[in-house]
């Protein structure tokens, strides 16, 4: 007994001491595929070249993770991983520490894509993808043509939220994807969109709510045509599903890292977010998932292989014809959007 | 003994009974009430942690609420008709062969009880859905041409729900059902009444007790169902608990969502108190006649 007891203080008394050898950081991820796809290639490796230890913590809803450590004033959560939409409400909010482009290169981002409170660090897009066994190999080449009941009479699944599909919405009346955001910020232009997928309805069989949900229709063929995330449907196709899709006319929305406000170690998550977003950690993150880096250098001289650069929303090739989701936008109308998407739903 | 002993004695019983629910009252007062007093709190905050009625002004003036009680409503008192019409006969049936076979069967009944929600509620996905059993065995039958929408609607819905609470409504039917006096049906048959006018004028009004508990069960309890719409309505089966959901995921308006959650405790007691007062009513009714 009095062993087991000596055992245990001296276990307590290192565990206590070792702070002092090693900083230690939690850092907050969605987790799943894309929770080890970050700590294979971002985290793990950035924490060993700072010799610092990092503790992840998972968390579905990250927002409401959160608020819920800065409202109750018990941070303990040091780096966090966001949603960017999500990341500018937190900011709006005050629940950020601003990103401190001092530590971080602000040149690691593309223009258009700087954010004061959440560095972005990877992209994905909402895309259009099909039951290659009812849609067979002459799918819907646009949007315009996802919307041709007649041309393609089968069913749709959607997202039950007004992101991205809004904008959506407006690329399949022929907005272009420069003109999008300024017809949302008209003052009509919200109904417009609103009313454009009030069309589409009657021939939508499922409203999805999960990634996962959205993968299991596609490969079930619950429905013939599904929008879903590119790294979805990409996984539904490799697992040899009946199933295709296309980047034409996707919405690229990016996820984002930040520091919650009031964190006791701000400096040190500053160091590891530029750490673990260096060209060659962002290049490698697509070895696990199909999404995509933000820094432009990730891009260059072969970091990612062309068979996976292929499969990314923002990979030349790819890209031309995608909106990039507006952040900003979305903190600003975004209750507004989805208050018009519930009604138009339950119309 | 004297009266006054008796007394002391029945008062002493009693405070040995009330301690012996003592650990389930602190239990209830600490996990129940506890978080539907600090919802109750949340309902009446904004942003900022300031008092305000803004919450109730602002459910209680959206559309999207009133559709979504109505949906809550119709769900509830479908699938209420549904266990009726499914639960009487077959707790009739039950109750009128021997204790033997009934038992097995209950058991029967009950098995779908002891498997978890998520699961059955998933089941039924893979049988109902566009590839699924039901719909393949139709087509291979030359049934139907095309596969039937079965699933990802509100009958789709339905399905589930009365599959989780049929065995809830029997219980108490079966029960009150078997608690008959034989000899009063005997005595209504041997007074020439034949089998449906039994059913009707006896076993019937005998079972009420029971027929009530069960209803209170099945309706209350589906007030709040979220996983079954959630997974079989396809998100087009949108009752309140789905409403509070989203306020929450996609709004982010835990003031919101907590008034709507006390709007649901409302309605429950609502139909709490609609039941009780139904039952006391029943029970005045026997007892005077």
Known sequence: MKRILRLSVAAIAIAAASPLAAQTLTITTAGGDYGTAMKEAMWGPAAAELGIEVREETQSDGFAALKMQVTSGAVTTDVIHLGSPEGAQAAAQGLLEPIDYSIIDPKSLPAGAESAYCYPFSSYGTVMAWNTKTIGEKPPASWAEFWDVKAFPGTRALRANAQDLIEIALLSEGVAPSEVYTVLDSAEGLKRAIDRLEVLKPNVSVWWTSGAQSAQILKDGEADLVVTWNGRAESVKADGGAANYSFKGSVIGTDCLAVPKGSANKDAAMKLIAAMTKPERGAKLTNYIAYGPLNPKAYEGGLIPAERLQLLATAPGNVETSVFSKADWWVKNGDAAQAAFDEMMNR | ?289
């Open chain 2, 1 to 289: 003994m004297s009266a006054a002993a008796y007394l002391q004695d029945a008062r002493r019983e009693r405070r040995f009974y009330l301690s012996l629910a003592l650990p389930a009252l602190v239990l209830v007062g600490f996990a129940a009430l506890l978080p539907v007093a600090w919802i109750l709190r949340q309902s009446f905050l904004d942003l900022g942690g300031n008092f305000t009625t803004a919450n109730y002004g602002k459910i209680l003036s959206s559309g999207l609420t009133w559709s979504a009680l109505g949906t809550t409503l119709a769900l509830s008192g479908t699938t209420l008709v549904l266990c009726m019409i499914l639960g009487i006969p077959l707790a009739l049936t039950l109750a009128s062969t021997s204790t033997r076979i009934a038992n097995r069967v209950l058991i029967l009944i009950m098995l779908p009880l002891w498997t978890s929600i998520l699961v059955r509620t998933y089941g039924w996905l893979v049988l109902l859905r566009k590839d699924g059993l039901v719909n393949a065995a139709l087509q291979s039958l030359g049934l139907t041409d095309a596969p039937l929408p079965l699933v990802y609607n509100f009958n789709g819905t339905l399905i589930g729900m009365v599959h989780y609470m049929l065995p809830l409504f029997v219980l108490p039917v079966y029960a009150a059902m078997r608690d008959i006096d034989s000899n009063i049906i005997r005595a209504a048959a041997s007074m020439g009444a034949g089998l449906w006018h039994c059913v009707r004028t006896v076993i019937l009004p005998l079972s009420a007790g029971g027929i009530l508990s069960g209803s209170t069960i099945v309706f209350i309890y589906t007030l709040g169902f979220f996983i079954t719409p959630a997974v079989l309505g396809g998100g087009k089966v949108n009752p309140i608990s789905i409403r509070i959901d989203r306020t929450l995921s996609t709004f982010q308006d835990w003031g919101s969502a907590s008034a709507l959650g006390v709007l649901l405790l409302v309605l429950v007691l609502l139909t709490g108190a609609m039941l009780f007062a139904t039952r006391w009513f029943l029970n005045r009714g026997t007892r005077h006649a």
